[in-house]
C-alpha cells in the first residue's frame, strides 16, 4: 500500500512552453502532499505544500505564478511549470502525506527544456 | 531553525562490510526522525522511522536508534549488498511546522562486488 504515482516519468520541451506533472496517490487519500525539486547529487528543496481544496503554500523564493499547483481531489495534485525555461530542468519530484508523519514519495520525473 | 546535518560521502564499502551513516538534528520540540532510500533516477523511499527517544527503527538489516542525549540518528547495516548502493537521506517531521521533512544533504553509498 501507500503508493504514489508521478506522470510523466520524463519529459522534454521547448524554452517558452508549459509543462504539467501529476502526482496521484494510488491506494489511499491525502489531504496534504508536497512538491519538491532536487539538482543533481542536491538534497530535496522543498517548493510547495499543497493542500486538497485550498491555495498551495510556497517557500520562500519559489515564483507562484511560474511553479502553478492544483489539489483538485484527495488522491491528484499538479504540478504546472509555466513558460519553462533551461534553468527549471530539475527532476522534481511529489510526496503525499498519510498520517500526521510520515510521508509516501513518487518516483520523480526528469524535466529537461531545451 | 530546524536542521538535518549527516555524513558527508561518497562512501565506498565491499560487500558484506559494515555501514554506518551519521545523523545529527536541532530541532525546537520533538521531531519523528527518518531515513529515506533513493536508488539511481528514482523518487525517495521510506527505510525506516523513529517518533520518540529510544525508538529503533528497522528494516531490510537497517536500523537506527533515536538518541534525544546526542541528537543523533545513525544509521547502520551490519553487512552490505551490491543492491545497497544509493544515496540515503536523513530526515525530521515536527508537527509544528507543518508536517514539512526537512533533509540532510544525502550520503552516497556505494558498495563493490
Known amino acids: 500500500g501507500a503508493v504514489v504515482s508521478q506522470h510523466p516519468s520524463w519529459v522534454i520541451c521547448k524554452s517558452g512552453t508549459s509543462v504539467k506533472i501529476e502526482c496521484r496517490s494510488l491506494?489511499?487519500?491525502?489531504?496534504?502532499m508536497f512538491w519538491y525539486r532536487q539538482f543533481p547529487k542536491q538534497s530535496l528543496m522543498l517548493m510547495a505544500t499543497s493542500n486538497e481544496g485550498s491555495k498551495a503554500t510556497y517557500e520562500q523564493g519559489v515564483e507562484k505564478d511560474k511553479f502553478l499547483i492544483n489539489h483538485a481531489s484527495l488522491t491528484l495534485s499538479t504540478l504546472t511549470v509555466t513558460s519553462a525555461h533551461p534553468e527549471d530542468s530539475s527532476f522534481y519530484i511529489c510526496?503525499?502525506?498519510?498520517?500526521?508523519?510520515?510521508?509516501?514519495f513518487g518516483p520523480g520525473t526528469r524535466l529537461t527544456v531545451l | 531553525g530546524d536542521s538535518v546535518t549527516q555524513m558527508e560521502g561518497p562512501v565506498t564499502l565491499s560487500e558484506e562490510a559494515f555501514l554506518t551513516i551519521n545523523c545529527t538534528y536541532t530541532a525546537t520540540g520533538y521531531p519523528s526522525l527518518f531515513w529515506y532510500v533513493q536508488y539511481p533516477g528514482e523518487g525517495l523511499q521510506l527505510l525506516l522511522k523513529?517518533?520518540?527517544?529510544?525508538d529503533k527503527g528497522s528494516n531490510k538489516g537497517f536500523e537506527a536508534t533515536y538518541r534525544k542525549e546526542t541528537t543523533s540518528f545513525h544509521l547502520e547495516k551490519g553487512s552490505v549488498q551490491v543492491s545497497d548502493s544509493a544515496v540515503y537521506f536523513c530526515?525530521?517531521?515536527?508537527?509544528?511546522?507543518?508536517?514539512?521533512?526537512?533533509f540532510g544533504a544525502g550520503t552516497t553509498v556505494t558498495v563493490r562486488a
Open positions: 530526515a525530521l517531521l515536527l508537527p509544528s511546522n507543518d508536517y514539512k521533512l526537512s
Open positions: 491506494d489511499f487519500q491525502a489531504t496534504t
Open positions: 523513529a517518533t520518540k527517544a529510544d
Open positions: 510526496s503525499a502525506r498519510l498520517r500526521t508523519d510520515t510521508q509516501y
